[in-house]
């Protein structure tokens, strides 16, 4: 089964903080991604990678960054948090023309 | 624009009823489908897929799928839920070839007892 383990469960940072989501998954996709989950909108795609350092910007990439520098390892970075990103993050990778395989979430929460 | 839409956002049915969760989908060719669910503070497990072929698709937990294109839907359905099959169920849909998927905004299932 494919494994895709994101680092921390509950994340609890303050305005300003510089945070990094880590996730990494076992089964050598070539593609990874971010998504942020909020009640009533649904999954919105922050930023994909289909390589490593190789990213492309999602749908509401601002706030966000990203590195891939290993091909099983995506972390998403928030270079100074602000209240308007506590949200759930959720990972996922596939093989292209495969399904999404998704982590359990990191629910983040900025004071 | 391409979207999805699941047009209930909380349903509520009895142990032993069937179900039926909406999703249709709005896209300029036929894009990959895909039902995931979500129970409460975990990810998003897949349940099934369409990508061409057969269009009533079985997947997991004896739920399944019935692609229409005439009515650009792609409802999931169960004959018997469980009280186990409450969660929020996510209708997506990808254009193929492309990382672009789009996700509808979820339908809450309650199960009564």
């Known amino acids: 089964d494919v494994k895709v383990t994101q680092s921390s469960r509950y994340l609890v940072k303050r305005t300003g903080e510089k945070v990094f989501l880590e996730c990494v998954q076992d089964?050598?996709?070539?593609?990874m991604f971010w998504y942020r989950q909020d009640p009533g909108l649904g999954l919105r795609l922050i930023y994909f990678s289909y390589d490593v350092k190789m990213k492309e910007k999602g749908d509401i990439p601002e706030g966000y960054s990203v590195s891939r520098e290993k091909k099983e390892r995506f972390s998403l970075i928030l270079e100074s948090a602000s209240t308007n990103q506590t949200s759930m993050y959720l990972c996922?990778?596939?093989?292209?023309?495969?399904?999404?395989?998704f982590g359990n979430g990191t629910r983040l929460t900025v004071t | 624009a391409q979207s999805v839409t699941q047009p209930d956002i909380h349903i509520t049915v009895s142990e032993g009823a069937s179900l039926e969760l909406r999703c249709n989908y709005s896209?300029?060719?036929?894009?990959?489908l895909f039902w995931y669910v979500q129970s409460p503070g975990q990810g998003l497990q897949l349940l099934l897929k369409y990508f061409s072929g057969d269009t009533l698709v079985q997947g997991i937990k004896g739920f399944e799928a019935e692609f229409k294109r005439s009515q650009s839907s792609f409802n999931l359905r169960k004959p018997s839920v469980h009280w186990s099959d409450a969660a929020e169920y996510f209708c997506?849909?990808?254009?193929?070839?492309?990382?672009?998927?789009?996700f509808g905004t979820g339908t809450r299932l309650k199960v009564l007892a």
């Open positions: 089964m050598d996709h070539e593609n």
């Open positions: 997506a849909a990808e254009t193929p070839g492309t990382y672009k998927y789009i």
């Open positions: 996922a990778s596939n093989r292209q023309n495969s399904p999404l395989h």
């Open positions: 896209y300029g060719a036929t894009p990959y």
